[in-house]
């Protein structure tokens, strides 16, 4: 059974930094492809970023230069750096593996 746990969302001011996490299990994590996505009240779900077995990312236009994903095989975890936070960051922010599997999400709001 596939688990993926995210955690590390909060309230930020803007400008701030937060770091999210993904661990997982269930999956054979180093050849998987990771990814964080995010969906607004309202809005569609969105990708933010992604990561491949071989370490590619690719980023949203609205995140590049200010967010950061990675992964550490040993530890089955994948993180998504936010820097520079925007109240437009506001969501619930998921992550995904293998373009199957899914998290239930950790709330990130960006506000003064």
């Known amino acids: 059974q596939v688990q993926l746990v995210e955690s590390g969302g909060g309230l930020v001011q803007p400008g701030g930094s937060l770091t999210l996490s993904c661990a997982a299990s269930g999956i054979i994590f180093s050849i998987s492809g990771l990814g964080w996505y995010r969906q607004a009240p309202g809005k569609q779900r969105e990708l933010v970023a992604t990561?491949?077995?071989?370490?590619?990312?690719n980023y949203a236009d609205s995140v590049k230069g200010r967010f950061t994903i990675s992964r550490d095989n040993a530890k089955k975890t994948v993180y998504l750096q936010m820097n520079s936070l925007k109240p437009e960051d506001t969501a619930v922010y998921h992550c995904?593996?293998?373009?199957?599997?899914w998290g239930q999400g950790t709330q990130v709001t960006v506000s003064s």
């Open positions: 995904n593996a293998a373009d199957k599997f």
């Open positions: 990561i491949t077995s071989a370490h590619t990312t």
